[in-house]
């Protein structure tokens, strides 16, 4: 699976941004995907995961009732809605794809794209 993620930029806080992941080379509708992000000098954490049929949607505490992910399988893409962003916000975003167990844990996920940038000013 190839993963390409997009929609990144400057956004002052409280605004919004919509990423979006777009998924090629096998089938997509059999992988659960997730969003990840990585700020400056910080380790790598979860964000928010969907599972292959798009239930059960799974959020970091942090980004709860503020994140919103979503896949649409007809087209291999995969959103992240995010709304009343923070400065704390700011940081690489970067989507997975996987097929073992459903799970916050990045171990779980085998496809990696390249990240998108999220920039939130105060």
């Known amino acids: 699976v190839q993963l390409q993620a997009s929609g990144g930029g400057l956004v002052l806080a409280g605004g919004s941004l919509r990423l979006s992941c777009a998924a090629s080379?096998?089938?997509?509708?059999?992988?659960?995907m997730g969003w990840f992000r990585q700020a400056p000098g910080k380790e790598r954490e979860f964000v928010a995961g969907?599972?292959?049929?798009?239930?059960?949607?799974l959020y970091a505490d942090s980004v709860k009732d503020r994140f919103t992910i979503s896949r649409d399988s007809a087209k291999n893409l995969v959103y992240l809605q995010m709304n009343n962003l923070k400065p704390e916000d700011t940081a690489v975003y970067s989507c997975?794809?996987?097929?073992?167990?459903?799970?916050?844990?990045?171990?779980?996920?085998?496809?990696w794209g390249q990240g998108t940038l999220v920039t939130v000013s105060s």
């Open positions: 997975a794809a996987g097929r073992g167990i459903y799970s916050r844990s990045p171990r779980q996920y085998d496809y």
């Open positions: 969907i599972s292959w049929s798009g239930v059960s949607p």
């Open positions: 080379g096998r089938t997509f509708s059999n992988y659960f």
